[in-house]
T-cell receptor, first 112, second 115 residues
Framework: GEDVEQSLFLSVREGDSSVINCTYTDSSSTYLYWYKQEPGAGLQLLTYIFSNMDMKQDQRLTVLLNKKDKHLSLRIADTQTGDSAIYFCAESSNTGRRALTFGSGTRLQVQP | DADVTQTPRNRITKTGKRIMLECSQTKGHDRMYWYRQDPGLGLRLIYYSFDVKDINKGEISDGYSVSRQAQAKFSLSLESAIPNQTALYFC??????????????FGDGTRLSIL
């Protein structure tokens, strides 16, 4: 079945760049998503990328997709303390359950 | 007002009780989903519905049931709650779209504790 994996924890200093990585196994993935979850809140969609793209930039966020290696990354430039949260990678495809498969989430800690 | 509203936000109950979690949305989306979140496990899909007459089991549907009362409402029931159903539950919605994939939008979650 589909599987999405992420590292559990990342710590960076304020002002540095953060890179959160994700790998997935489903070769039929069509969309890949990044969600942010702040404490006590639901998941907020940050950005998504269609599988025929290799990069998408949105303000401080850059998503890179290596479809050959099934590797997705989220780069946050000039990381701020407000970026501290759990970040989830998710994928969907046109086959199977037609719903999202989530990674276990990466907790980003930003140190002042 | 939130586009996807879950009620209650928090609930503590006892083993064996029947529980209903409710979700309503104002986004006009056809598709609705229920997930549960457990520490270190991400989100796992319980049930999903692509329209009022369409209900599908997700990967962990045992012990749960759902009802799609209207396009805007999707409720999740635990007929006889057990402690390992203690978790954070999320409702999500998405639009129908080309290729069948559209971003999902989440409610703020219901924290359910079963003693």
């Amino acid at each position: 079945g589909e599987d999405v994996e992420q590292s559990l924890f990342l710590s960076v200093r304020e002002g540095d760049s953060s890179v959160i990585n994700c790998t997935y196994t489903d070769s039929s993935s069509t969309y890949l998503y990044w969600y942010k979850q702040e404490p006590g809140a639901g998941l907020q969609l940050l950005t998504y990328i269609f599988s025929n793209m290799d990069m998408k930039q949105d303000q401080r966020l850059t998503v890179l997709l290596n479809k050959k290696d099934k590797h997705l990354s989220l780069r946050i430039a000039d990381t701020q303390t407000g970026d501290s949260a759990i970040y989830f990678c998710a994928e969907s495809s046109n086959t199977g359950r037609r719903a999202l498969t989530f990674g276990s989430g990466t907790r980003l800690q930003v140190q002042p | 007002d939130a586009d996807v509203t879950q009620t209650p936000r928090n609930r503590i109950t006892k083993t064996g009780k029947r529980i209903m979690l409710e979700c309503s949305q104002t986004k006009g989306h056809d598709r609705m989903y229920w997930y549960r979140q457990d520490p270190g496990l991400g989100l796992r899909l319980i049930y999903y519905s692509f329209d009022v007459k369409d209900i599908n089991k997700g990967e962990i549907s045992d012990g749960y049931s759902v009802s799609r009362q209207a396009q805007a409402k999707f409720s999740l029931s635990l007929e006889s709650a057990i402690p390992n159903q203690t978790a954070l539950y999320f409702c999500a919605t998405s639009a129908s779209g080309t290729g069948g994939n559209q971003p999902q939008h989440f409610g703020d979650g219901t924290r359910l504790s079963i003693l």
